[in-house]
């Protein structure tokens, strides 16, 4: 597989690169790291919604005359 990490993390371009070799290969290993990211991308979808409507609860609302 090929994987390019930013900085030195050479732990993180060696699983980029693993994850990708698996994912063409259609490996297994593919299949669980993608329900793992889909998990992980509704939580933070989730965390976001709860920030913005935080957020939205402070706006100040000007009336324009």
Do not use: C, N
Request: glycine share 10%.
């Amino acid at each position: 597989g090929w994987f390019v990490a930013m900085g030195d993390e050479p732990g993180r371009a060696l699983a980029g690169a693993i994850l990708d070799a698996a994912a063409r290969g259609g490996h297994e290993l593919w299949s669980r790291a993608e329900e793992a990211l889909a998990v992980d991308s509704r939580e933070k979808r989730r965390e976001e919604a709860k920030e913005s409507a935080r957020v939205e609860s402070t706006r100040v609302r000007f009336e324009v005359m």
